[in-house]
């Protein structure tokens, strides 16, 4: 049976440069596709947010350079919440699946420590400011 599920994911780029916004973009979004499987006719949407401190780029160009094309995208600004973690790029995508098995929330970098639950145990640990989802 094909379902409609959302995943999450996260990653910490270093600074606000655009080739790093798109680089680490593009690695967590083939990441997400990688763990679970999909194609890329499976993915509905993706809803992109960026902390404050990120300007020089939009993630959706990262990933329309991967081939999503045809899925619509909106990126917008997280709330600015005092001692967060900074230079987050997070998303949301519904995608169409058969999966039976847990879905993969993808938690890179940095960005681990907002979900240590969810996090891969290989994951590196946290570059800088505080956890929050």
Request: proline share 7%; hydrophobic share 45%; charged share 25%.
């Amino acid at each position: 049976m094909i379902a409609v599920r959302a995943v999450r994911g996260a990653v910490q780029v270093d600074r606000d440069d655009p080739d790093v916004v798109f680089t680490e973009t593009r690695a967590l979004v083939l990441e997400v596709i990688r763990r679970n499987g999909l194609a890329t006719e499976d993915i509905i949407s993706i809803f992109f947010t960026v902390t404050p401190d990120i300007k020089s780029g939009f993630p959706a160009a990262a990933a329309r350079a991967v081939g999503l094309t045809d899925v619509p995208m909106l990126c917008a600004t997280e709330i600015d919440v005092p001692n967060s973690m900074t230079r987050v790029i997070r998303l949301l995508a519904h995608v169409q699946t058969d999966r039976t098995t847990r879905i993969e929330h993808v938690y890179l970098r940095g960005a681990a420590a907002l979900r240590p639950d969810l996090a891969d145990p290989g994951t590196s640990p946290p570059r800088t400011g505080t956890a929050g989802s």
